[in-house]
């Protein structure tokens, strides 16, 4: 094959597009081994912290807890209210000795009585019991998101580290383009290129900056997604 026809081979969009393929299938081969790599960043350590951090601080986890704190202070107020269902009263007769025929007083000075009401009586044993209930399922409630909340965390940390990686696999990939770059400059500028292949490295260059930007906003956006669950930035958790 002499040089004519090696440049018109070249040239052949066909082949073009055949690299091309190649090249993206070679990206999303080097993200999948990224992706397969996250388990070795995975500081398990940090993760709890990150839970912990979520437990103590989500608005939601405060709330199941003021309803947990209600409902005992409701099981109090069952218990101590057990005089309820009594009523005392009392009066008082006078010492006078003036004698009324129509009403007439065999005591005098003061008398006390005592009024039950049953079905308040009966009622109390099951208030107390259904407050109780409610202190559990309360307590269960928490539980069970605090469960959720943990494994969102988790969920939210293995994402923001996957596109922690692959920023950093755009990134070392946006060096060796640019390098790639440089080079095809200085040959085009030397004519031991043509404009054609100094173009595709132009379009090239500027897929991968494109590329990087994506990486950088999917990052961001995993590291606003996690520290929304924790309410602290993840510098300030240690």
Do not use: H
């Not at 290129?193 to 961001?220: D, G, H, P």
């Not at 590291?223 to 309410?231: C, P, Y």
């Amino acid at each position: 094959m002499n040089i004519q026809e090696f440049t018109y081979f070249m040239n052949n969009q066909k082949l073009r597009l055949i690299l091309l393929f190649i090249i993206a299938t070679l990206l999303q081969l080097n993200v999948a081994l990224a992706q397969e790599s996250i388990l070795s960043d995975v500081s398990y350590l940090y993760m709890e912290k990150l839970v912990a951090t979520a437990k103590a601080n989500y608005p939601r986890i405060k709330t199941y807890s003021a309803r947990t704190t209600i409902a005992k202070n409701t099981l109090s107020q069952q218990k101590s209210s057990w005089l309820d269902p009594f009523s005392f009263s009392y009066i008082f007769r006078s010492n006078s000795n003036a004698i009324d025929l129509i009403n007439p007083e065999l005591l005098r000075g003061y008398q006390f009585g005592i009024s039950v009401s049953p079905g308040q009586l009966l009622r109390k044993p099951y208030a107390i019991k259904n407050a109780k209930e409610d202190i559990k399922l309360s307590i269960l409630d928490q539980e069970e998101y605090e469960l959720t909340l943990e494994s969102e965390v988790k969920r939210r940390y293995l994402l923001y580290l996957q596109a922690l990686n692959i920023l950093q696999l755009q990134s070392k990939m946006l060096i060796d383009i640019q390098s790639t770059f440089q080079a095809s400059k200085i040959k085009y500028e030397r004519n031991e290129i043509t404009l054609q292949e100094y173009n595709q490295n132009a379009v090239e260059l500027n897929t991968i900056k494109a590329s990087k930007i994506e990486a950088e906003a999917t990052m961001a956006i995993a590291k606003i997604s996690l520290e929304e669950l924790t309410v602290k930035s993840l510098e300030q958790i240690k």
